[in-house]
């Protein structure tokens, strides 16, 4: 199975246990991370030590990042796709999700209707693919959702062939597939902002309500900073692999000081001068992200011009440390081979 269908498997799994009714994950503690579901912690075997893996980090705490949406009012606002999503009436967030993968993949929430027994039993999943990180051969919205669709598994029957449409003043890839052996049904809608390949997936096993769920996507805002006709003052414009080549003209390494050889993806704002302001870190060790920040901090550029003035530049790095020496890997998918 691809890491595109493992992915989407167990976001099938993760969108539709709660939703039905049958036995939900556990719930997870605030400051642990480990299921509680209302009992005393397991208590660790004499000796055990607990390891924080590799977790998503920023430069400050004001800039937005795409897992930093939240819902208040029953409206889930997203800050760094600049949208926000009226919820049906009576809806709820199930889940934030979890922090992204080194391959640039979030779940960003999962909504369901807060009384399934009294509403439609429906979820939907919001998820962003960074296209800077993705290992899967696809460039854009378009190219993911010929893939997801060239990739269900047998036990999947196409609905609706990909197709183009506008949502909320938007352009949207839209196709949708069901499984006889379960009568679930799924609309997948996917759009692109910022490099990101943003999917609202809805499913239920009653297609007549799976429509009446598209339909509220009517009601989604995007500000101006988030269509394509934006100025460039409005966010920064998004460059795969501009941290490449001629385009930096000062670098310095990172110093590791432990041995560790997970990929460690970012994304960095280029400033007009050509320093970097800010850095996001998908996935790293803390001492991982403060050796590139260190580095970074050194690093200098060619300004990005747009029509002739500078602007800043939004652009993705992929640091792989191998035994014995340390690369800096533009290439997302020979980072992770």
Same mark, same amino acid.
């Given at each position: 199975?691809?890491?595109?269908?493992?992915?989407?498997?167990?976001?099938?799994?993760?969108?539709?246990?709660?939703?039905?009714?049958?036995?939900?994950?556990?719930?997870?503690?605030?400051?642990?991370?480990? #299921?509680?579901? %209302?009992?005393?912690?397991?208590? &660790?075997?004499?000796? @055990?030590?607990?390891? $924080? +893996?590799?977790?998503? *980090?920023?430069?400050?705490?004001?800039?937005?990042?795409?897992?930093?949406?939240?819902?208040?009012?029953?409206?889930?606002?997203?800050?760094?796709?600049?949208?926000?999503?009226?919820?049906?009436?009576?809806?709820?967030?199930?889940?934030?999700?979890?922090?992204? #993968?080194?391959? %640039?993949?979030?779940?960003?929430? &999962?909504?369901?209707? @807060?009384?399934?027994? $009294? +509403?439609?039993?429906? *979820?939907?999943?919001?998820?962003?693919?960074?296209?800077?990180?993705?290992?899967?051969?696809?460039?854009?919205?378009?190219?993911?959702?010929?893939?997801?669709?060239?990739?269900?598994?047998?036990?999947?029957?196409?609905?609706?062939?990909?197709?183009?449409?506008?949502?909320?003043?938007?352009?949207?890839?839209?196709?949708?597939?069901?499984?006889?052996?379960?009568?679930?049904?799924?609309?997948?809608?996917?759009?692109?902002?910022?490099?990101?390949?943003?999917?609202?997936?809805?499913?239920?096993?009653?297609?007549?309500?799976?429509?009446?769920?598209?339909?509220e996507m009517n009601k989604l805002i995007f500000?101006?900073?988030?269509?394509?006709?934006?100025?460039?003052?409005?966010?920064?414009?998004?460059?795969?692999?501009?941290?490449?080549?001629?385009?930096?003209?000062?670098?310095?390494?990172?110093?590791?000081?432990?041995?560790?050889?997970n990929p460690v993806p970012l994304r960095i704002?280029?400033?007009?001068?050509?320093?970097?302001?800010?850095?996001?870190?998908?996935?790293?060790?803390?001492?991982?992200?403060?050796?590139?920040?260190?580095?970074?901090?050194?690093w200098k550029f060619r300004p990005y011009l747009?029509?002739?003035?500078?602007?800043?530049?939004?652009?993705?790095?992929?640091?792989?440390?191998?035994?014995?020496?340390?690369?800096?890997?533009?290439?997302?998918?020979?980072?992770?081979?």
């Open positions: 199975m691809t890491a595109f269908l493992r992915l989407l498997a167990g976001l099938v799994i993760y969108a539709s246990l709660p939703a039905w009714g049958q036995t939900a994950v556990a719930p997870l503690s605030q400051s642990t991370g480990f #299921s509680t579901n %209302g009992q005393p912690p397991t208590r &660790l075997p004499e000796g @055990a030590i607990l390891v $924080k +893996g590799p977790w998503s *980090s920023a430069s400050d705490s004001e800039t937005p990042v795409p897992e930093g949406g939240s819902l208040a009012n029953g409206v889930y606002t997203n800050r760094y796709f600049a949208l926000s999503f009226p919820l049906p009436a009576d809806w709820r967030q199930k889940s934030a999700g979890p922090p992204p #993968s080194d391959s %640039g993949s979030y779940v960003l929430t &999962l909504l369901r209707p @807060a009384d399934i027994s $009294k +509403g439609a039993r429906a *979820s939907i999943l919001v998820t962003a693919q960074d296209m800077f990180f993705t290992p899967l051969p696809v460039a854009n919205a378009l190219d993911l959702i010929n893939y997801s669709k060239s990739h269900l598994q047998a036990d999947y029957k196409l609905e609706l062939e990909p197709t183009q449409t506008k949502i909320a003043g938007r352009s949207f890839t839209s196709f949708a597939y069901w499984s006889p052996s379960t009568e679930l049904h799924w609309r997948v809608l996917a759009t692109e902002i910022r490099c990101h390949t943003l999917e609202f997936l809805f499913m239920s096993r009653d297609p007549k309500t799976l429509d009446s769920l598209v339909q500000p101006a900073a988030a269509s394509p006709a934006a100025g460039a003052e409005a966010v920064p414009v998004c460059v795969k692999n501009y941290a490449t080549g001629e385009n930096v003209t000062e670098r310095v390494d990172p110093s590791f000081t432990e041995h560790k050889y704002i280029i400033d007009k001068q050509g320093k970097v302001r800010y850095i996001h870190f998908l996935s790293a060790f803390p001492d991982q992200a403060n050796a590139i920040t260190d580095a970074l901090a050194h747009r029509d002739g003035k500078p602007v800043e530049v939004e652009t993705g790095i992929m640091f792989a440390r191998a035994p014995h020496h340390i690369t800096m890997l533009s290439d997302s998918a020979s980072a992770l081979h």
